[in-house]
């Protein structure tokens, strides 16, 4: 069954540097979306992406975030300058449709730890 | 705003019993999806079941059962004949039936399961 893949699983970066988060969707799915869980809340929506442009964004995805779809498989979440805050997991899903009903596949995860 | 309450961060059951989740959710739309998604240890989250609100009838997938009470904003799980495998973060989220929408989870329940 086909999967979203998410690299790295974990990564460590300094407070300040930039990170790229990597994800590549399912082949035939045209909506992506990132997610993140901070240790011990629950997962929030970040931002989706449609037809190559973002199609929300919660208050969380501010301008040191970005996202980008560079090359037709790979869906990127770019953070500037990270932040000690910034430390969570953040996850990847796709999905076939837009509508509410269709089911939103998850990737495994890349947990973030700024130090 | 939509919100997905879980009451439970724990329960256990012993393995072949039978254990319910509970999940409240607060909206003002009348139709849309509800969820429940498995997180299990190696992290990646797997939708479990899914009920659409327009429908009374309760969703069923072997052994995941819902009680869904629309009028009530109740939507919980019934994992039936508990098995080792269960063992999960289980969250509860929410999705209006309307164009690119993201999903608002719940903070989960971790599940453990006896044998």
């Known amino acids: 069954e086909p999967e979203v893949t998410q690299t790295p699983s974990h990564q460590v970066t300094q407070m300040g540097q930039e990170v790229i988060l990597r994800c590549v969707p399912i082949s035939n799915h045209l909506y992506f979306y990132w997610y993140r869980q901070i240790l011990g809340q629950k997962v929030e929506f970040l931002v989706s992406f449609y037809n190559n442009e973002i199609s929300e964004k919660s208050e969380i995805f501010d301008d040191q975030f970005s996202v980008e779809r560079p090359d037709g498989s790979n869906f990127t979440l770019k953070i500037r300058s990270t932040k000690l805050e910034d430390s969570a997991m953040y996850f990847c899903a796709s999905s076939e449709e837009g509508l509410g009903n269709q089911p939103q596949h998850f990737g495994d995860g890349t947990r973030l730890s700024i130090l | ?115």
């Open chain 2, 1 to 115: 705003a939509q919100t997905v309450t879980q009451s439970q961060p724990e329960m256990s059951v012993q393995e072949a019993e039978t254990v319910t989740l509970s999940c409240t959710y607060d909206t003002s739309e009348s139709d849309y999806y509800l969820f429940w998604y498995k997180q299990p240890p190696s992290r990646q989250m797997i939708l479990v079941i899914r009920q659409e609100a327009y429908k009374q009838q309760n969703a069923t997938e072997n052994r995941f059962s819902v009680n869904f009470q629309k009028a009530a904003k109740s939507f919980s799980l019934k994992i039936s004949d508990s098995q080792l495998g269960d063992a999960a973060m289980y969250f509860c989220a929410y999705s209006p039936n309307s164009g690119n929408t993201p999903l608002v989870f719940g903070k989960g329940t971790r599940l453990s399961v006896i044998a």
